[in-house]
């Protein structure tokens, strides 16, 4: 079914940043069908953003003064000398964070942002919001501030607002990243129907282990600026796994035994309610973790998970309840306290990350706790060598690495408090699938690692990968705690939480 | 929907605006407690629930008691009551505009008061961007202090005051580094969206009423009324 031809080609595409003398692209050349899902694959720096930046128009009228060569086609028509209102007409997009591309407070306003910035008349705008609205099932939510609505829910207003512009391609540039497990699978259900319909859809994305899960026509891989796969992405699986075996690479740790070691952290049924919610975020919790223990924290968003963490730390109160962090009342102690037996690492290192040099950034935890200077400095070379980074000179910026050095230095930050127990939020948001075993492997195969670590995590495959112990929370409670094996493949807990069951042995984990 | 609220945004901006223009012009004692009472009947008007307003009242409250007592220390009983009665009514009338307007109404008001699409949709974002540093703030706290840091130095030495500013980079830089970073992805999205190419439609649409020309007529006399008592009692 091809009413109108809208392929997007690339043809002899290359492009350099202005200031770079390296290639971001080279002589890319690809073809994206109508009515089917491209999916573009390959690990961060590959050069899928600058091809995204390319096709959208972004380069060359935002990015400015770089090199490009060769062009991009929708159909018969070369693109080169559209202007982005242009554009924006013809092929729409999604980028990563949808709280960074909402700009009304209310819903309606917000999905008729483009077609108002094209002049329409607004009877148009009008129905062309409604029907936008109407083809992603969200008219219930028109009327709502922005502010108020999930990430699953903000994602979907976001599509809206590019079908708004009636766009003849849709390019989706890693539209699962901020999303958990049950509102991804929704998403990509709204990216089938949408190329169905005849849109072409260009998808990247480095979380390849979900992405396929929107049974993709068309796969291209990329890796350093240029085309190694592409063709059909039932093959990409199994080109990914022979180039594998052509390296040695796959040393996947296999999850510590778990042997009952002493309780570093104990939750004793706490509750706790942020003032004026509805609904209590934690309802009774009790949860010890062990030594030995390496545990994923899994569960929808909203379910509790960050809230617990932050009561491990100290950062909120129970408000019934004890939490008891080394045997000791947590109630009686301050977080500059507790830190010393708990580390807690945030999700984006963008929320810690302050200091000019890699130095002062790692000693600034085991200062704060008092620490003389050459026992930092012994700390520090320590956390450095566990994850992978003790070859960085320390009055490099952290802010000049990239963002997987970057999510290391949080964590090495942390580990240089020699916390017992360490908390990772979301470990691998951000990070391709590659680049997140890596740092997992090299993390639990360390010697000198934490005794306990709590992984809070969307990503089940992981979660069986390098845990040995799961937690599943549902709506502030614990409703299954256990061997991954056991909980993650017990269809009935798994769908209480909006989860696929992940049965079977764990045959897939593509690099 | 309040008596407020009926009126165009565009009339009860201009009433803010020359209310507090006039709270400024006056020191006539008798004309601020005239314009303290206007104030504080459009407050009544706003019927906000105390719960709303509670923590900003409360502050505000603290805020005037403070500047007061320090007036009367260091002026004259009659400066006191003077910046009191101001205070007290600027802040009446602006929980009463703050608390009743419309965010989504912020952009196209300021449009069509004659401000350039670019200026009236910097309002409009600046409405949502500023939720959102509080929250990246928040998690910026949360995240340091996870690290051992505390707001209140163990040291309590002048040296430590001295360098207080040192003592705010891991809040600050964090969320300025961010902010910054995020500004170019929405700057994107909103090109992406063909912003700012050409002339644009605003979707929501303002009417002035018959009541909406009396308010904005009855503004500008209790300014030139404002100016008129300066100019004669003082």
Known sequence: MRAVNSDIQTIDLSYIYAGRDTSALRQVSLTCRASEITLIVGRSGSGKTTLARCINGLIPHTYKGGTLRGEVRLADESLKHLSLAQLARRIGTVMQDPDRQIVATRVFYDIAFGPENLGLPRDEIRARVHEAAEQLHITHLLDRDTHTLSGGELQKVVIAGALAMRPRALLLDEPLASLDPPSARDALAVFRRLADSGLTVIMIEHRLREALGVRPEHAIALNGGEVTFDGAAADLLAWLDAKRNGHSGNRAVSPPRRDGGDVLLAFRNVTFAYPGARQAQLRGVSLDVRAGDVIALIGPNGAGKSTLCKMAIGLIRPQAGRVLVGGQDAGRTTTAQRVRTVGYVFQNPAAMLFANTLGEELAFGPRNLGLADAQIAARIGQALAIVGLDHLPLDQSPFSLSFGQQKRVTIASVLAMQPRVLILDEPTAGLDDGTAEELLDQLLSATARPEAIVMVTHDLMLARRFANRVVLMVAGQVIADGAPDDVLADAEVMKQAGFDPLAGPDTTHPR | ?234
């Open chain 2, 1 to 234: 929907m309040t008596y407020i609220q009926r009126f165009d945004p565009r009339a009860r901006v201009t009433f803010y605006v020359c209310l507090t223009t006039a709270l400024l012009v006056v020191n006539d004692l008798r004309a601020l407690a005239i314009l303290l009472a206007l104030s504080a009947a459009v407050l009544l008007m706003a019927r906000l629930a105390w719960a709303r307003i509670r923590h900003v009242a409360l502050g505000v409250l603290i805020f005037i008691v403070v500047i007061t007592a320090l007036n009367m220390l260091f002026r004259s009983p009659l400066e006191a009551a003077q910046q009191a009665i101001r205070a007290a009514a600027m802040a009446s009338a602006s929980l009463a505009m703050v608390f009743t307007f419309d965010p989504a109404d912020l952009g196209i008001t300021f449009r069509r008061m004659g401000f350039p699409d670019r200026f009236a949709f910097a309002l409009d974002l600046t409405v949502r961007f500023v939720p959102m540093l509080m929250r990246d703030f928040r998690i910026t706290m949360d995240a340091q202090r996870s690290r051992g840091y505390e707001l209140e130095p163990r040291d309590r030495s002048l040296r430590s005051v001295l360098t207080v500013g040192r003592r705010f980079a891991p809040l600050i830089v964090p969320v300025v580094v961010r902010t910054v970073l995020e500004a170019e992805d929405r700057a994107n999205a909103m090109d992406l969206r063909a912003f700012g190419t050409g002339r644009r439609t605003w979707l929501r649409t303002l009417r002035m009423r018959p009541p909406d020309y009396v308010l904005v007529a009855a503004s500008f006399a209790l300014l030139a009324g404002a100016v008129a008592v300066r100019f004669t009692l003082g």
